[in-house]
Structure formats: structure tokens, C-alpha cells
């Protein structure tokens, strides 16, 4: 059973769910694909599907995007998003139209939990960033609406990567990660829900593109890689609240016992040169 502890000094909250211990971990070691239970053709091994877009039946192959409550739920509302039934493909590797698909998806999900409390969409790319499958996939968790979440708020848009006609990618002064990246609609005063079926055709590309520069300067950069360096490793969420954002989170270091003793973080990369060799770098 879920239950929510508050610090009563600090207003932070930490959540006990002992059914996370239970999770699988394949991202760590190679997978059968026989044995995913993301991949099509092995619908009967999640929990019936609560939404799909694609062809055929419900819990049957022909599908483009799943979405199945979490067997190891955070919180009551806990959902899983298969982002497509290839098991090593992800938003890098997909055409602009599985990945607008893929928002749509989000948009659709969100605007439908929005009134049952606050609604964190995120995604763990990568065992280093705390996936437990290698299937690409995001989950949604809605949290209590009492819950104070100690979470940032849209940083001024300074040290720009990219733009495009509705979205702007850039690296915040205030990066607590190397390489971090968040992409911002120009828009203000909205929260996800509101995206526009044409906001999502520029978001999707901008997105794609975004990844993918990180990935080439992840191969590029020699000082953030040591030997026994695997697939790159990302996690991204989507900002709950008004003045939406994705905020896409290179997992290049590790945090030690100065970050975990102090809340201070250490970004081993000036943002602006970060901004700077993603501006230069080309996909």
C-alpha cells in the first residue's frame, strides 16, 4: 500500500511503496525479445490495455502506441506508454509522425487525469537513468493535489539551441545536469493540456531533433565518457503545472555524497558552451 510522509520543517513529502522492490530489471543485461512484454505479439503478458492507437482489437498486435496501468504503481494512478512495438527504437530513431503520435498520446492522457490531481508524465531511456525495461516506454503518475512537489518552474530562456515557429529549445543558467536541455513553447500561461494539434507537429520535430544532438555529442565528448560507456542514457519529464516544459536530462554523471549531503548539484559543463556545441552540432 502506497502511503505519502511529509518533513513537517520543510514541506517535502517522500512516498513509501513497497511494491516498486518488485520491478523487473532487464535494461542492465540483454533482453529477449521473445520475452518482452512490450513487444507485439506478447499483449498477454501486461495488464489489459486501457488505451491504444492503432488497428485491430484491444490486447491484440496491430497496435501503434499502448498504454497499460503500471504493475508496480508510485501512486493509485500509475500508467504505462509503450511508445511503439520495436523493441530498440526510440524517439531518435522514429519518424516525426510516430513521435507526434506519441504527444498526442501524452495530450490525450493528461487532459483525461488533469482533475484527479497533479499529472507527471516521464520517461527513463537507458538503465543508467533508471529504466527497468529496454523497451522504450513513459509512464504517467497522478499525485495528490495536498502533495507540495518540490519541483522547478520554467527557467528564463537564455543560451538558445533552437527555435521554431511555436517551441524553443535551450540550456538554462540554472542546469543542474551537463548537457541539460529544455524545450519551451513560446506560448505562455498554458499547461500541456492546451497543446494544439499543429503545436504538436513543431514539438515533435524539435524534440527528435533535440535527442538526437544529444546523442552526437554524447558520442563526441570524451571528457563526460570513460571506457565501459553503454548506450546513451537520458530521462526527461513533462512540468505539470502552468508555464509547461520538457526538460530532457542527460544522465552523464553521477550524483555522490556532496550533492546528496548539501541539495547542491555540480554541472561539470557551462550551460552557455553546452548550448553552444548543441548549436554546432549537426543531425
Not at 20 to 33: I, L, M, S, T, V
Not at 235 to 248: G, P, Q, T, V
Amino acid at each position: 500500500m502506497v502511503k505519502f510522509v511529509p518533513d513537517i520543517k520543510t514541506q517535502r513529502w517522500i512516498i513509501i511503496a513497497p511494491s516498486r522492490q518488485d520491478r523487473p530489471d532487464d535494461a542492465k543485461k540483454p533482453e529477449d525479445k521473445g520475452k518482452c512484454p512490450f513487444c507485439e505479439g506478447n499483449e498477454y503478458m501486461t495488464p489489459p490495455e486501457i488505451y491504444r492507437i492503432g488497428e485491430d482489437v484491444a490486447n491484440s498486435p496491430g497496435w501503434k502506441i499502448r498504454v497499460i496501468p503500471n504493475l508496480f504503481p508510485i501512486t493509485d494512478i500509475h500508467e504505462v506508454i509503450i511508445h511503439s512495438p520495436v523493441h530498440d527504437k526510440d524517439l531518435a530513431d522514429f519518424t516525426h509522425e510516430q513521435v507526434s503520435l506519441l504527444i498526442t498520446v501524452y495530450r490525450e492522457r493528461f487532459k483525461l487525469h488533469m482533475n484527479d490531481g497533479q499529472v507527471i508524465i516521464f520517461s527513463n531511456h537507458g538503465h543508467q537513468a533508471g529504466a527497468s525495461l529496454v523497451h522504450p516506454h513513459s509512464q504517467l503518475v497522478v499525485i495528490p493535489r495536498q502533495i507540495n512537489l518540490d519541483a522547478l518552474v520554467r527557467e528564463p530562456i537564455i543560451n538558445v539551441v533552437e527555435d521554431n515557429h511555436f517551441f524553443v529549445t535551450y540550456c538554462p543558467d540554472f542546469s543542474q545536469w551537463p548537457y541539460e536541455v529544455w524545450v519551451a513553447p513560446k506560448k505562455e500561461g498554458t499547461n500541456f493540456a492546451d497543446i494544439t494539434n499543429e503545436e504538436i507537429m513543431d514539438f515533435a520535430s524539435i524534440l527528435k531533433k533535440t535527442i538526437q544532438k544529444l546523442e552526437v555529442c554524447y558520442r563526441n565528448n570524451q571528457l563526460l565518457k570513460t571506457n565501459d560507456s553503454g548506450p546513451f542514457a537520458f530521462n526527461f519529464y513533462i512540468h505539470h503545472a502552468k508555464n509547461w516544459f520538457i526538460r530532457i536530462i542527460p544522465r552523464l554523471v553521477h550524483r555522490a555524497g556532496f550533492e546528496l549531503g548539501t541539495g547542491l548539484s555540480v554541472n561539470v559543463v557551462d550551460p552557455a558552451l553546452a548550448a553552444s556545441e548543441l548549436r554546432q552540432t549537426s543531425v
